[in-house]
Every structure is written in structure tokens, then in C-alpha cells.
T-cell receptor, first 118, second 114 residues
Framework: DGGITQSPKYLFRKEGQNVTLSCEQNLNHDAMYWYRQDPGQGLRLIYYSQIVNDFQKGDIAEGYSVSREKKESFPLTVTSAQKNPTAFYLC?????????????????FGPGTRLTVT | GNSVTQMEGPVTLSEEAFLTINCTYTATGYPSLFWYVQYPGEGLQLLLKATKADDKGSNKGFEATYRKETTSFHLEKGSVQVSDSAVYFCALSGSGTSYGKLTFGQGTILTVHP
């Protein structure tokens, strides 16, 4: 089955520790994304990557870091510099398709990781 | 920049009632529009999409029409079921070199009672 996996589903850390969230996809998608979800605020983009070894900051990149060494994998590290790290983190991937002369993307999401930092 | 505004929630309906969740957007060019659904404790699932003006996206009884003149993409369903209870997100992907980045509305919680 093709899809996106995120592990673990629940993660607990002490304040001041870095933590890495895993995201793997076997959809052969070029682009991958990380979002953060907080209650009542929708989803906000942290980082995205269009190709291997390249990534760009999203709207709320401070306190986070990523790498894209393989097409299938896009791990997110939540560093101790992130002031409010407790949240639900969602990974997504997409491929580009031409539809009616327009380049469109359709994102597919993983099941998410709920991180709690105390 | 791009933005998406959804109607205030939560929305509570009885089974078989008609559903409308309003969504309006601000974007330059010709964005693609999406509705995603999120069940408790899960990731988002793509519900439907539209890529150009007057397109109608539909799936599982849900429909939404891309209205460029009113910059809207309202979600409708004629008869909701208890199993439709979830959070619904409207989103857009800008045209040009946005590389598929999605801008989301804040989400609308739908609860359907038997």
C-alpha cells in the first residue's frame, strides 16, 4: 500500500531536549511538507522540500530544522529553541500534475505525531 | 499574501440535515482549492478539489464549486450522517511558483447527532 508513515504517534520529551519526528513516503512524490496544528488555528507550514538536498522555510520555521537526504524521507527536528513545541505535527507529500494547462499539486497527509513537551 | 477564511464553528446538525460550510479566499492569480477532512486523532484526508473557475469538486455526497467572482468555495452536502462528524478544512494552493504550499482556513468542527 502506498502512503505516508509518521512515527511515533505519541512522543513525550522534557523541555530543553531536541527531538526528531520521522516521515516516510512510498508514493514517489518529489515534494514533502511539515505542518504544525494547534487547536483553533488550522495548520501552519514549517518547512517544505521540492527535491532531495533542498528545502525552504515555511511560515513558522524558527526552532525547527529538517533534512532531505533521500526522496522518501523528510525528518523534522524540534529543537530546544522552539518556545512552544507541544502540538500535533503533520507531514505531507505531493506530486505536480498538469491539469487544463495549469500546474497543480495534491497533498496527501500522514497520520500525524502528537508531541508533548513538559 | 494568500489567505482562507472559514465560517465560525462549531456546527451541530441532526442526521439528514443539509450542510453548508462557507469558505472564502484571497489569492493572486488562479489558485487551486481544496477541502480536507480530519477525523479525531488522525491526519487530513483530501475530500474534494477544484482547479479552475466554475469547476465543481465532489466526493462522498459532498460538493463545492469554485466561484472566482465571489472568491468562494463553499462545502455542501444534502443529507449528513453521524459518520460525517469531523473537522473540515478549506485550503488553497497558489498558482505560479508556490510549489504546492497550502494555505489553510482555521477549520470547522461538524457534529452530527442521530
Amino acid at each position: 500500500d502506498g502512503g505516508i508513515t509518521q512515527s511515533p504517534k505519541y512522543l513525550f520529551r522534557k523541555e530543553g531536549q531536541n527531538v526528531t519526528l520521522s516521515c516516510e513516503q512510498n508514493l514517489n512524490h518529489d515534494a514533502m511538507y511539515w505542518y504544525r496544528q494547534d487547536p483553533g488555528q488550522g495548520l501552519r507550514l514549517i518547512y517544505y522540500s521540492q527535491i532531495v538536498n533542498d528545502f525552504q522555510k515555511g511560515d513558522i520555521a524558527e526552532g525547527y530544522s529538517v533534512s532531505r537526504e533521500k526522496k522518501e524521507s523528510f525528518p523534522l527536528t524540534v529543537t530546544s529553541a522552539q518556545k512552544n513545541p507541544t502540538a500535533f505535527y503533520l507531514c505531507a507529500s505531493s506530486s505536480a500534475n498538469w491539469v487544463a494547462g495549469q500546474l497543480t499539486y495534491e497533498q496527501y497527509f500522514g497520520p500525524g505525531t502528537r508531541l508533548t513537551v513538559t | 499574501g494568500n489567505s482562507v477564511t472559514q465560517m465560525e464553528g462549531p456546527v451541530t446538525l441532526s442526521e439528514e440535515a443539509f450542510l453548508t460550510i462557507n469558505c472564502t479566499y484571497t489569492a493572486t492569480g488562479y489558485p487551486s482549492l481544496f477541502w480536507y477532512v480530519q477525523y479525531p486523532g488522525e491526519g487530513l484526508q483530501l475530500l474534494l478539489k477544484a482547479t479552475k473557475a466554475d469547476d465543481k469538486g465532489s466526493n462522498k455526497g459532498f460538493e463545492a464549486t469554485y466561484r472566482k467572482e465571489t472568491t468562494s468555495f463553499h462545502l455542501e452536502k444534502g443529507s449528513v450522517q453521524v459518520s460525517d462528524s469531523a473537522v473540515y478544512f478549506c485550503a488553497l494552493s497558489g498558482s505560479g511558483t508556490s510549489y504546492g504550499k497550502l494555505t489553510f482556513g482555521q477549520g470547522t468542527i461538524l457534529t452530527v447527532h442521530p
